[in-house]
């Protein structure tokens, strides 16, 4: 059984400052995703990191995909209230197995 | 486009009950997933469709947890009887499939059992 770790569990900051989402396995994936969810919806995708030591930026959001496809995090620059959410990283095993395995999450709350 | 599209929202019902939650992909989409959510938690896979084939449902309770894909297209995930413990949302989500596991989620459906 494939298993995503995320840390930290539970996240509270105030606006404008960085934070870190570390998401690790035991096992390699050939590509890795990261979600945003929001109370009372399914997760929403936000980028695909699919070569070991990939850095992929959204705006503020920087991910990167650890250089042995094991690991990957997420970096926010100046938070902002609208991050505010449940991070969810999401691990594919596509090697003859096309089988998404999500992170244990994220609650990231941004107080302004 | 139209996106996943899950019903119901919410479902109260008492344990021993049945229950059926309804999913629609998106249209073109191969892979189905069927996911259970606790409060909190990241999604556990519960039955992965690569068109009409149940392909991986290893996760899936099968005493009570049944699923089908008829036709390739929509599907139905059934509970019966249910348990207090099943109490969760149940999201359906699809993807393009042939090594494209980007995924689009649904809404969800919030069971209780009461």
């Known amino acids: 059984t494939q298993l995503l770790e995320q840390s930290p569990q539970f996240l509270s900051i105030q606006e404008g400052e960085n934070l870190t989402v570390y998401c690790n396995s035991s096992?390699?994936?050939?590509?890795l995703q990261w979600y945003r969810q929001e109370p009372g919806e399914g997760p929403v995708l936000l980028v695909t990191?699919?070569?070991?030591?990939e850095v992929k930026k959204l705006k503020r959001l920087t991910f990167q995909f650890g250089d042995a496809r094991k690991d990957s995090s997420l970096h926010i620059t100046a938070a902002q209230p609208g991050d505010t959410g449940l991070y969810l990283c999401?691990?594919?095993?596509?090697?003859?197995?096309?089988?998404?395995?999500f992170g244990t999450g994220t609650r990231l709350t941004i107080i302004p | 486009e139209a996106g996943v599209v899950q019903s119901p929202r919410y479902k109260i019902i008492e344990k021993k009950q049945p229950v059926a939650f309804w999913c629609n992909p998106i249209?073109?989409?191969?892979?189905l997933y069927w996911y259970r959510q606790n409060l909190g938690q990241g999604p556990e896979l519960l039955i992965r469709?690569?068109?009409?084939?149940?392909?991986?449902d290893s996760q899936l309770p099968k005493d009570r947890f049944s699923a089908e894909r008829l036709k390739g297209v929509d599907s139905t995930l059934k509970i019966q009887p249910a348990e207090l413990g099943d109490s969760a949302v149940y999201l359906c989500?699809?993807?393009?499939?042939?090594?494209?596991?980007?995924?689009?989620f649904g809404q969800g459906t919030r069971l209780t059992v009461v």
């Open positions: 999401a691990g594919s095993d596509n090697f003859g197995n096309e089988k998404l395995t």
């Open positions: 989500a699809s993807s393009l499939g042939r090594a494209n596991t980007e995924a689009f």
């Open positions: 249209s073109g989409h191969n892979t």
């Open positions: 096992s390699v994936f050939s590509s």
């Open positions: 469709y690569e068109n009409e084939e149940a392909v991986d």
């Open positions: 990191v699919v070569t070991g030591g």
